[in-house]
């Protein structure tokens, strides 16, 4: 059979004719052929028992007219509470379901109606249904007209039924029902099984009830009937193995010669053989008619959960009777459902193909590997983390256990997910990348971890994202945790001479130290997510590796130092080790003081070394970290740092001298930027007042700004050092007496203005980084200590910014900020990552701008110099902005709400009549956009409202009297705002237009916005807000719709609650939701699954036709940016 006709999706086999399966039972010649709809109802349920009858035909004459009656109400009563018991014992769980299903076989073998019934009305109880299936319906109606009665008594305001259910005593249904299922196979296997009677008409009525229009049904019976299948597929596998050994047995005694053949035993083991093989074929039947009858249907049914349950057992047919279910006929139906369009389905799917990997089943999957490997492929980027999860790991088994495995390609693919930013993904395709490199590697266990870190080095270095080591080594570490904390091994490859190259150095240090990280804190880095508890096994094994690596790299770590200290890259990144040592091991002993020592001297001359700030910061960092006073050779480290302070004082004093007398040369101006850099970090840091550097600062400052003469290396730095001075300043006034706290604060006061004014004159200097930081340095001061406009603010806040100093600020931000990056950077000549560095600086300076705003130091007025962008920069700057929007609204609505019409007002006042038209429509989109941001509860904001609309009112009236109309045509702008004001507010705005406009009322722009004002509008109760909607009864014509969490059938004319809930939220929205929005809704709609059955003789789609659209990227790369929440960065 060719590889089309098997993969082919028509079922010509099978006959979907009718809503109800004709089911056939093959049996033997000697047992009676039992036919669903093809016998007459006595044939399909025995009649009652003769006690009945006789019970009956001694009734009296007057009494028959209510017998039947009372006979009715008595079997409802008995058939409902022995299925009770049973249901009972299985959702409760305190009994024992073996003593449970023991019991109900007895009972069966005394009475096998009464039993049947039995486990009717328990399958029945089980899809929540309150009806009862008695006797007298069961031996004179058909299956569908009881699954027709029993439909009829669900509870129509009900939505939920036990499989679906929530809460403790449902959380184990599930398992008991398929226990229950099994133990009764199993304890039915050697004689009930093959009767003819109960499991035909189990397997009759679940057939039918599977194919009801009741998800409750649909869903309950599937899962019995699956779980039913997988039971007798594990007894016909049991079966085949005895008929195979009961074959040979009688082959070998038939072999024998005819003096030592045992007739007798002959014709006991060829009778044995017959039973066996009747046996067979009852199981045959049985399969088949569970097949064909549920599980061709349901495995497409509208409900996930049905799909996946049927995926999910036809997994275990597989793997319990391979002879029977591995080939290609029933592999097919997993290969299809890998597109199902729900990931429950599609997770089912990979997991069990996850297991038939596993199992010597390779060589039986050759032709499904082949025709599904792009498949699965491709699911590694499914839109679900989990299904892409498992979809790495089954590609790791077919690379594995497959002869040919995966292509270069195909393994490609998975090698990037290591940089995912979910951590389960990541980790599972860092298995497989650790799998991958281990099986290039030889068996030799000495160098078997050298060669692994260099394939990983070589990995990291092509991988192209090489400021993510951390990603890396976090997705390696489950698997590859013991060789990234092999710290003897990665220090001797960099500390042999010609050993390794210079960026397979570069690469292995940024691995090494992120493994230390990740060693010494066990926490994931950013944008993973991490456990918020950690046990305290996992605290002792944290501490314990701090010690490990404390005790190895404290007499490695300053030759390391030494050998890369003249590289700015790997000494930056090495200098983060001590961060995490133990660093009171080095006051233990006289040895480790002397490798104190020598850190000590390393890490002094690499900053006296390099000017770059990385290396600075890393250096003051590690200094800072010793020089705490919980340690005991605290002190030492405190002189040696002092003694650098002071030599690199003295140093920057000197060369300032000669540049500010004018005769300084290129070297001194060198040496003078080298040391200001040293001490602008350390400022950072410490306390560095004493030295009273803001003083050689402010005059180096001076001096540039009048003359003009702007040192880009001198005057960046002496900024920072001069700002860090009154933040200093500032800590040490709030440790004062009140005398001496005004004192200081006074002289700090005078400093600031001083500094002010020295920054306001760089804002406008050619030079863009002395620029940028003048004005960074302007916002942090005016936070500091700038006076609050209303209300008090910290003792601090005394210095009151003049007009002149929020204008150049305001004039900055429009000028550098709100610009075109294009020009600021030539356009195409610069690299990306520079336009980005930008792109980050100015959101920076838009942030502490912002943020002047928002804690009251600018009026909340300023903020109209921003929203003025919001359009224009959307892509750029659109979350700072509209944060600081909101937070505006939370100081004062009202005025937030002014702000936003004043904005528009100076827009539409500095319109060009040249381009009018077009900037008329930019100003209006920009309206549509602030005018969303208001909130959606419409009496929070009446009064912001109000008070923007009356704004807006009256500055379109001016000139009215004069004649002037040019400010009409704010009108239109104004009306983007009415849609959402209330009905009183509305009539008070046409009363104030009216008033206000009285000469002009036929003006087009005064009719237009009065139609904005009255059109569309409805009356709101006052209690609307309060009061919550009652809800309404489902009246008799909506119950076909309202019943199908319980009712949603999977054929032509079935309606899904789901289906049906998303089509009335989509018709109620649609007239007040944007296209956009409306697009997203559609999008979203159109990924639930909505198959139906066209026609029962429809074929399949084909797999190469399969509009697949669950292959979209479901996950994201680490951001450049280096932080995940960036917004909360800059605003905290």
Known sequence: MDEAALYSSGDDDVSLIGSDFEFQLKTSGRKLTSTRGATSPQEVHPPSVSGSSSSQSQTPEGSQSQTPEGHTHRSQSECRASASHLYEAVRSG???????????????????????????????????????????????QQNADIISHLTKEFNEDSVSYPLVSLGAQWRHFREGVCEFVSLLVRGCRHTLLYDDFLFSSLIALLTGLADSQVRAFRHTSTLIAMRLMSSIVSVAADVNAQALMT?????????????????????????????????????????????KGVFMHRYRDRVPEIRAVCMQEMGVWIRDNPVRFLNDEHLKYVGWMLHDKQAAVRLQCVLTLQKLYEQEFISRLELFTSRFRERMVCMILDKDSDVAVEAVKLLLLVHQQTEEGLS????????????????????????????TLCSVLDGRSDKRCVCFLRLLAHFFIKSEYHDHAAYLVDSLWDVAGTELKDWDVMTSLLLQEGGVEDELESALIDIMMCAVRQAAEATPPPSRSTRKTVT??????????????????????????????????????????????????????????????????????????????????????????????????????????????????????????EILQGSADEDDFYRAASSLNVLAIFSSARDMTGRNLFEFCFQLLKMGVETREINEKLMVPALKCAAFHLFWKGVTITQHTAETHKVELKRVLKSLHCFCVVC???????????????????????????????????????????????????????????????????????????????????????AGYCKLIIFGVLELRAATDILKYYNKFYRDFGDIIKETLSKTKMISSVESARTVCLCLQQLFSGLEQDCRDEEMMEIRSLAKKLAVNFSINLRVVREPLLALHQDGIRFASQGLDKGDLM??????????????????????????????????????????????????????????????????????????????????????????????????????V???????????????????????????????????????????????????????????????
């Open 94 to 140: 305190r009994s024992a379901l073996q003593t449970v299903t023991d019991d109900w076989l007895d009972e069966y073998r005394r009475d096998r109606e009464a039993g049947l019934l039995e486990l009717i009305n328990f399958v029945v109880q089980c899809s929540g249904c309150k009806g009862v299936v008695t006797r007298e319906m069961f031996s004179s």
């Open 247 to 291: 074959q040979r047995r009688c082959e070998l005694e038939k072999n024998k010669p005819v003096e030592h053949r045992a007739v007798d035993r002959v014709e006991e083991l060829e009778m044995s053989c017959r039973e066996l093989l009747e046996h067979q074929e009852d199981l045959r039947s049985l399969m088949n008619g569970i097949f």
């Open 760 to 846: 306001v004159s760089c804002l406008s200097v050619a030079q863009s980084r002395v620029r940028n930081q003048a004005f960074v340095c302007l916002c942090d001061v005016l936070l500091v200590f700038g006076s609050v406009c209303e209300g008090e603010g910290s003792p601090l806040q005394r210095f009151s910014p003049d007009e002149s100093l929020k204008a150049e600020m305001a004039s900055f931000i429009i000028d550098y900020v709100f610009s075109d990056a294009d020009e600021e950077l030539n356009g195409e000549d610069e690299d990306e990552e520079i336009k980005m560095a930008a792109l980050l600086q100015r959101r920076i300076q838009l």
């Open 967 to 1068: 400010n009409l045509s704010f009108l239109e702008i104004l009306s983007e705002f009415s849609f959402k004001l209330l009905q009183p507010e509305r009539k008070q705005l046409v009363a104030d237009l009216r008033r206000v406009c009285s000469s002009v009322l036929n003006c087009d722009f005064v009719r237009m916005y009065e139609r904005s004002l009255t059109a569309g509008s409805k009356e709101t109760p006052a209690s609307a807000a309060h009061t919550p909607r009652r809800k309404r009864r489902r009246t008799q014509s909506l119950v076909a719709v309202e019943t199908a969490a319980v009712i949603s059938h999977t054929r032509r004319d079935d309606v899904d609650d789901n289906d049906f809930t998303d089509e009335v939220l989509r018709k109620s």
């Open 536 to 657: 305290a096994r996992e605290k002792r094994l944290q501490v314990q590796e701090r010690r490990r690596i404390t005790n190895h790299f404290i007499p490695v770590f300053p030759q390391l130092l030494a050998k890369f200290s003249a590289d700015v890259g790997k000494v930056s990144r090495l200098l983060s080790a001590p961060l995490f040592f133990q660093l009171e091991v080095y006051g233990t002993s006289g040895r480790l003081e002397k490798c104190l020592d020598l850190l000590l001297s390393q890490v002094c001359d690499i900053m006296l070394k390099h000017h770059e700030e990385c290396v600075l910061e890393a250096c003051v960092r590690v200094l800072c970290a010793l020089c705490s006073d919980c340690y005991s050779f605290c002190g030492r480290v405190e002189r040696a740092v002092s003694q650098m302070l002071d030599s690199t004082v003295e140093k920057f004093s000197s060369n300032l001298t």
């Open 408 to 435: 270069e390609d195909e393994c490609a693919a998975v090698y990037p997910l290591v940089f995912s930013t979910h951590r389960g993904l990541a980790c599972a395709a860092g298995g497989f990348l650790y799998h």
């Open 1070 to 1132: 649609r007239q007040r939701f944007s296209p956009l929005t409306h697009s997203v809704q559609s999008h979203l709609s159109s990924l639930s699954l909505a198959h139906e059955d066209a026609s029962e003789d429809e074929e399949e789609p084909e797999i190469e036709d399969y509009d697949d659209e669950d292959s979209e990227m479901g996950f994201t790369l680490p951001s450049t940016h280096g932080s995940a929440s960036f917004l909360e960065d800059l605003f905290h």
